[in-house]
T-cell receptor, first 111, second 122 residues
Framework: KNEVEQSPQNLTAQEGEFITINCSYS?????LHWLQQHPGGGIVSLFM???GKKKHGRLIATINIQEKHSSLHITASHPRDSAVYIC?????????????FGKGTKLSVKP | EPEVTQTPSHQVTQMGQEVILRCVPI?????FYWYRQILGQKVEFLVS????????KSEIFDDQFSVERPDGSNFTLKIRSTKLEDSAMYFC????????????????????FGSGTRLTVV
């Protein structure tokens, strides 16, 4: 059974700071997802990656398959980035992409 | 941008009653999922659905639960004889993702969540 662990659990940053959220998983995966959950509860997919690095706007996701580790970076953070960021994995041989979730990192960006 | 639509957004039900949560996945997606999130806890997988049948289900998804795609567009989760501990946010999701370890060139997820149904059992 795969375990997905995130750190930190809570993160407070000043506007403009560079932010890193870490994720580790215990067994091989076919893909790693980064998701954003807003205060109202809605979940938005940010990235899905199986190797290397992906970038979209101020968000960057990286994954190291050998170390079973992924990071989400936010450059030039802004208060509107405040949300819970969740890492989730799909297992090798797992059926049809169902996700195993981490507990999430609650990010608060202060102006 | 295509959306996954869930209704209702909130539902309050008496313990022991049956509820049906509805979802309209993205039309060209092939895989459908239900997840739930109990308040303060992490999101948990319930069931995945492909080619008009359940492809995988978790330990949570017992005989109390059932899913159906009645008309080719809707995807429903039925909870029979609700219990207090069924109170949670229920998320529907759909994807065009197949488990082949493919590296999506754009990095953008082919995985879309609905906005959730908050179920309260009283």
């Amino acid at each position: 059974k795969n375990e997905v662990e995130q750190s930190p659990q809570n993160l407070t940053a000043q506007e403009g700071e560079f932010i890193t959220i870490n994720c580790s998983y215990s067994v091989g995966i076919s893909a790693l997802h980064w998701l954003q959950q807003h205060p109202g509860g809605g979940i938005v997919s940010l990235f899905m990656l199986s190797s290397g690095k992906k970038k979209h706007g101020r968000l960057i996701a990286t994954i190291n398959i050998q170390e079973k580790h992924s990071s989400l970076h936010i450059t030039a953070s802004h208060p509107r980035d405040s949300a819970v960021y969740i890492c989730a994995a799909t297992n090798y041989g797992g059926s049809q992409g169902n996700l195993i979730f981490g507990k999430g990192t609650k990010l608060s960006v202060k102006p | 941008e295509p959306e996954v639509t869930q209704t209702p957004s909130h539902q309050v039900t008496q313990m022991g009653q049956e509820v049906i949560l509805r979802c309209v996945p993205i039309s060209n997606h092939l895989y459908f999922y239900w997840y739930r999130q109990i308040l303060g806890q992490k999101v948990e997988f319930l069931v995945s659905f492909y080619n008009n049948e359940i492809s995988e289900k978790s330990e949570i998804f017992d005989d109390q639960f059932s899913v159906e795609r009645p008309d080719g567009s809707n995807f429903t989760l039925k909870i029979r004889s609700t219990k207090l501990e069924d109170s949670a946010m229920y998320f529907c999701a759909s994807s065009d993702y197949s488990d082949r370890g493919a590296d999506l060139g754009s990095g953008r997820a082919g995985y879309t969540f609905g906005s959730g149904t908050r179920l309260t059992v009283v």
